[in-house]
């Protein structure tokens, strides 16, 4: 287990000390005059896609209007209205509750001890 934390403790410094060399050696070729430019990357050529027939037009339909049906219309007779629900009431609560004035004691977990070591 040692060895393992002696491991990681070990990684960890390492990186560290790598990544400071690492930005020092950059901020160091970025401070030096006269470097040269890097070459451009030329630009591809692009490619010429084949002219795509175009979308012949849809015909457009009329739809004829839909027939009346005068057998369909309903009388306007008013809903019948809901009976109303029957108000309840509450009996009235005593005027002097007693409150707890302590929390009661929550059980206890028991619990078990670890074998002994050798």
């Keep these: ?3 393992l934390k002696n ?28 470097m040269p430019q890097l070459p451009t990357i030329p630009s591809l050529p692009q490619p010429t896609l084949p002219q795509m027939p175009s979308i012949p037009n849809m015909p457009t339909t009329t739809l004829p209007p839909l027939p009346s049906m005068p057998s369909l219309n309903l009388p306007n007779t008013p809903l019948p209205t809901l009976p109303s629900a029957p108000k309840l009431t509450l009996p009235p609560l005593p005027a002097n509750m007693p409150l707890p004035t302590s929390i009661p004691n929550l059980p206890a977990i028991p619990t078990l001890s670890p074998p002994p070591s050798n």
């Design 7 to 34: 491991c990681f403790l070990f990684l960890a410094i390492t990186l560290c000390l790598a990544s400071v060399k690492t930005s020092s050696a950059a901020r160091h070729l970025l401070q030096i005059p006269g």
């Design 1 to 3: 287990m040692a060895a």
